[in-house]
């Protein structure tokens, strides 16, 4: 029997592999910080035994409410992934499973590999609609991409999305994947639409070096890019500042933030109550927008969330809050579930790639019910 991580975003410590029905793990840190809790690896040479794998230091997790009815992720082939029954107690996290297989992946969530953002980068840019640029690179040297859709007239509204700020959140940029297909669908009403009116500006992936590596919330810095945008530099955190510099060269007239969240299983958002600038314009657009993303789909929610910040009580280093009180636009982090999504459970599947993409072209028909009040 033997476990292996030597793949992209593999990530996991093996204590004892030597017994099937007592396999001894450890969550593995990101790269430059103590964030611990993506895990992905291959099990290969037990199928057909009930193999039992205990994480055994899941309570020093970054987020250990996030094991509170969680299961994990396996699949044979990295492209189906289903649900196996898993469970947290006396702070030990537990997999129990019997492989039908020799070879079986499990994750933390269903993976988006490098391969695949780079494979979407393709996709979008060969529908002759969607032009790639090159803002700069990541600390390790990586390339961080902008898609631009639409005429990039000055009269366009500019509507900005960013995902996987946080690299473990892989369900961003499934979202970011549904949300290009149906943009860039020259057949779809919606998409239509939109690009009479905006011009798109898409970072499908904000944090390429933490991916591969298999990090949870940090870059190969160990920044938290999410907690970088007041004063990032070229040195810690160049994915947020060339991200930054092409936003103050086009303007925002609309900002989606994409994330996922451990603890909380449902889909929802948080807006900029807590910046100076906060009025009853944005609030009146908040509404509207969380209206229509309810009538687009069922998966989206508003009364599950977290706390709203208290006026001028916004952590101004965060994307959503700096970009929204710099360009006093409509700006939300949107949040999607490791877990399930407790208004439509899925037993199977939870939470998954799939439903995240649909999440994703859903959120187009709430950004066309704002557009006409972007300014």
């Given at each position: 029997?033997?476990i292996?991580?030597?793949?992209?975003?593999?990530?996991?410590?093996?204590?004892?592999?030597?017994?099937?029905?007592?396999?001894?793990?450890?969550?593995?840190?990101?790269?430059?910080?103590?964030?611990?809790?993506?895990?992905?690896?291959?099990?290969?040479?037990?199928?057909?035994?009930?193999?039992?794998?205990?994480f055994?230091?899941?309570?020093?997790?970054?987020?250990?409410?996030?094991?509170?009815?969680?299961?994990?992720?396996?699949?044979?082939?990295?492209?189906?992934?289903?649900?196996?029954?898993?469970?947290?107690?006396n702070?030990?996290?537990?997999?129990?499973?019997?492989?039908?297989?020799?070879?079986?992946?499990?994750?933390?969530?269903?993976?988006?590999?490098?391969?695949?953002?780079?494979?979407?980068?393709?996709?979008?840019?060969?529908?002759?609609?969607c032009?790639?640029?090159?803002?700069?690179?990541?600390?390790e040297?990586?390339?961080?991409?902008?898609?631009?859709?639409?005429?990039?007239a000055?009269?366009?509204?500019?509507?900005?999305?960013?995902?996987?700020?946080?690299?473990?959140e892989?369900?961003?940029?499934?979202?970011?994947?549904?949300?290009?297909?149906?943009?860039?669908?020259?057949?779809?009403?919606?998409?239509?639409?939109?690009?009479?009116?905006?011009?798109?500006?898409?970072?499908?992936?904000m944090?390429?070096?933490?991916?591969?590596?298999?990090?949870?919330?940090?870059?190969?810095?160990?920044?938290?890019?999410?907690?970088?945008?007041?004063?990032?530099?070229?040195?810690?955190?160049?994915?947020?500042?060339?991200?930054?510099?092409?936003?103050?060269?086009?303007?925002?007239?609309?900002?989606?933030?994409?994330?996922?969240?451990?603890?909380?299983?449902?889909?929802?958002?948080?807006?900029?109550?807590?910046?100076?600038?906060?009025?009853?314009?944005?609030?009146?657009?908040?509404?509207?927008?969380?209206?229509?993303?309810?009538?687009?789909?069922?998966?989206?929610?508003?009364?599950?969330?977290?706390?709203?910040?208290?006026?001028?009580?916004?952590?101004?280093?965060?994307?959503?809050?700096?970009?929204?009180?710099?360009?006093?636009?409509?700006?939300?982090?949107?949040?999607?579930?490791?877990?399930?999504?407790?208004?439509?459970?899925?037993?199977?599947?939870?939470?998954?790639?799939?439903?995240?993409?649909?999440?994703?072209?859903?959120?187009?028909?709430?950004?066309?019910?704002?557009?006409?009040?972007?300014?």
């Amino acid at each position: 029997m033997k476990i292996s991580t030597q793949f992209d975003a593999g990530a996991v410590t093996v204590i004892d592999a030597e017994n099937p029905a007592d396999i001894r793990l450890q969550l593995r840190p990101d790269n430059a910080s103590d964030f611990a809790q993506w895990f992905y690896f291959r099990l290969q040479g037990a199928a057909y035994q009930n193999c039992v794998m205990h994480f055994e230091n899941a309570a020093s997790a970054a987020y250990p409410a996030g094991w509170e009815e969680y299961q994990a992720v396996a699949s044979y082939d990295r492209q189906n992934w289903f649900r196996v029954p898993t469970r947290y107690e006396n702070g030990v996290l537990t997999i129990e499973h019997t492989p039908l297989a020799n070879s079986v992946y499990y994750a933390y969530f269903e993976p988006y590999s490098y391969e695949q953002h780079l494979n979407l980068l393709g996709d979008a840019q060969g529908s002759g609609l969607c032009q790639i640029d090159d803002l700069g690179s990541t600390v390790e040297g990586r390339d961080i991409n902008l898609l631009t859709i639409g005429n990039q007239a000055a009269s366009d509204l500019k509507v900005w999305v960013t995902a996987r700020q946080h690299p473990g959140e892989t369900m961003a940029e499934w979202f970011v994947e549904g949300l290009l297909a149906r943009l860039l669908d020259p057949q779809d009403p919606t998409a239509r639409a939109l690009l009479d009116q905006a011009t798109f500006y898409i970072v499908p992936n904000m944090n390429p070096d933490g991916s591969v590596r298999g990090n949870l919330r940090t870059n190969a810095a160990g920044a938290n890019l999410n907690r970088e945008w007041q004063n990032p530099t070229v040195a810690r955190s160049p994915e947020v500042y060339y991200v930054r510099e092409k936003m103050l060269e086009t303007g925002v007239d609309l900002f989606l933030d994409i994330h996922g969240d451990e603890t909380i299983p449902f889909v929802f958002v948080a807006g900029t109550e807590g910046v100076p600038s906060y009025n009853g314009r944005i609030a009146e657009l908040e509404t509207r927008f969380k209206n229509a993303f309810a009538a687009a789909s069922p998966d989206f929610q508003d009364e599950h969330g977290y706390e709203k910040d208290a006026p001028g009580q916004a952590n101004m280093t965060m994307a959503t809050a700096w970009v929204g009180e710099q360009f006093k636009c409509l700006a939300y982090t949107l949040e999607m579930p490791f877990k399930d999504n407790d208004n439509l459970p899925d037993d199977d599947f939870g939470w998954n790639g799939q439903r995240s993409l649909r999440l994703g072209e859903a959120a187009l028909s709430a950004v066309l019910s704002v557009l006409p009040q972007l300014r």
